[in-house]
T-cell receptor, first 114, second 113 residues
Framework: AQSVTQLDSQVPVFEEAPVELRCNYS??????LFWYVQYPNQGLQLLLK??????LVKGINGFEAEFNKSQTSFHLRKPSVHISDTAEYVC????????????FGTGTQLKVEL | DAMVIQNPRYQVTQFGKPVTLSCSQT?????MYWYQQKSSQAPKLLFH???????NEADTPDNFQSRRPNTSFCFLDIRSPGLGDTAMYLC????????????FGDGTRLSIL
């Protein structure tokens, strides 16, 4: 079974500052990794994904994430945030060897302030 | 150009009164999922269809059922909703291979009174 831990439930940050949202996972098998963003009263929108290859993955809205296998982490970063980045960010994993089930973290609320 | 469409966006119903939530997709994906997301919690998978094959999660309550009459549509039926079923219900789709990301609709916020 897989599990996902997002230790920070809320992250406040000033506009134009950098941000890192942490995601750690636990799995006995290899996994695919995803970050989703959820705006109020909306569904989950895919930000980026790691399937294989380069460990640094770039996504939409200027976000990127780095897969670190030894630390079982997939932290999300953005060098300069905007007010419009205020949202819930959810990390998810899925086994590589068959099955369609996503395991989600509990999310991190990013609040960008002026 | 919405690709996964959920109706209604908001639903209020009485305790014990059956309710049906709808999901349609224009992506022609063969896998469709239903998730329940309670406040401040991660989405929890209820079940999914791989084509016509129904896959129920072991801990999904018996009064939650689903129908998929064709590739484009999938319904979530709650036969006798309880107060604890108040939640956001998310529909998602994906292509068959497991490395493809899931695409989500905007959800239906269901309130049981």
């Amino acid at each position: 079974a897989q599990s996902v831990t997002q230790l920070d439930s809320q992250v406040p940050v000033f506009e134009e500052a950098p941000v890192e949202l942490r995601c750690n996972y636990s799995s006995s098998v290899s996994v695919y990794l995803f970050w989703y963003v959820q705006y109020p009263n909306q569904g989950l929108q895919l930000l980026l994904k790691y399937l294989s290859g380069s460990t640094l993955v770039k996504g939409i809205n200027g976000f990127e994430a780095e897969f670190n296998k030894s630390q079982t982490s997939f932290h999300l970063r953005k060098p300069s945030v905007h007010i419009s980045d205020t949202a819930e960010y959810v990390c998810a994993v899925r086994r590589t060897g068959g099955g369609n089930k996503l395991t989600f973290g509990t999310g991190t609320q990013l609040k960008v302030e002026l | 150009d919405a690709m996964v469409i959920q109706n209604p966006r908001y639903q209020v119903t009485q305790f014990g009164k059956p309710v049906t939530l709808s999901c349609s997709q224009t992506l022609n994906h063969n896998v469709m999922y239903w998730y329940q997301q309670k406040s401040s919690q991660a989405p929890k998978l209820l079940f999914h269809y791989y084509d016509k094959d129904f896959n129920n999660e072991a801990d999904t309550p018996d009064n939650f059922q689903s129908r998929r009459p064709n590739t484009s549509f999938c319904f979530l039926d709650i036969r006798s909703p309880g107060l604890g079923d108040t939640a956001m219900y998310l529909c998602a789709t994906s292509e068959g291979p497991s490395n493809q990301p899931q695409h989500f609709g905007d959800g239906t916020r269901l309130s049981i009174l």
